[in-house]
């Protein structure tokens, strides 16, 4: 069973400029999370979808980030203007049901902000 | 605020020996407690959960205990094997009380090394 794919691994890109993270889950989980990890922390929940609908964005910053699930499948995560902050790995993770905490993480995008 | 709290940056033990990863959370709301093993590279992987109701559950050589008044729980590894090195995260979540979702809180995390 193929498990959660992320693009890409790595990005470097300048301040104020902008970027896009791609998952796809595993198949049938209907669950989707992006999390933020920053160096020498625990991830941190940016944002859940079921399905194709938003379920807790409380701790995504909506002034830059963006993120969407169409079709309910693959999603992706955007960052735009980018600040030095922003550094850290961003994970994409998957469950096969609404409120199941056992959690399928893809390898993450580790981007840095120079 | 951090709810979870894992104050051992880092843990060091031999081959064969008892490995033993401490986590203390502070909401008192809290009652599902997973942990996620982490490698270089990787994603966390799920690894062993415990619900309040319980205070021990073992999965092989991994056993997670739970003490509800101390707000502490640990996870021991028994032998330690060198695939083990790796970094292990705490999680919690207030399934009872968490509403429309089940966010999971991790902890920073500890990176355990066994040595052959």
């Known amino acids: 069973e193929a498990g959660v794919a992320q693009s890409p691994r790595y990005k470097i890109i300048e301040k104020r400029q902008s970027v896009a993270f791609w998952c796809n889950p595993i198949s049938g989980h209907a669950t989707l999370y992006w999390y933020q990890q920053i160096l020498g922390q625990g991830p941190k929940l940016l944002i859940q979808f079921q399905n194709n609908g938003v379920v807790d964005d409380s701790q995504l910053p909506k002034d830059r980030f963006s993120a969407e699930r169409l079709k309910g499948v693959d999603s992706t995560l955007k960052i735009q203007p980018a600040k030095l902050e922003d550094s850290a790995v961003y994970l994409c993770?998957?469950?096969?049901?609404?409120?199941?905490?056992?959690?399928?993480f893809g390898s993450g995008t580790q981007l840095s902000v120079l | 605020d951090q709810q979870v709290k894992q104050n051992s940056p880092s843990l060091s033990v031999q081959e064969g020996r008892i490995s033993i990863l401490n986590c203390d959370y502070t909401?008192?709301?809290?009652?599902?407690f997973l942990w996620y093993k982490k490698y270089p590279a990787e994603g966390p992987t799920f690894l062993i959960s415990i619900s309040s109701i319980k205070d021990k559950n073992e999965d092989g050589r991994f056993t997670v205990f739970l003490n509800k008044s101390a707000k502490h729980l640990s996870l021991h590894i028994v032998p330690s094997q060198p695939g083990d090195s790796a970094v292990y995260f705490c999680a919690a979540s207030a399934r009872r009380y968490g509403g429309a979702t089940n966010k999971l809180i991790f902890g920073t995390g500890t990176l355990l090394a066994v040595q052959p």
């Open positions: 909401n008192s709301m809290f009652d599902y």
């Open positions: 993770a998957s469950s096969l049901a609404f409120k199941n905490e056992k959690l399928f």
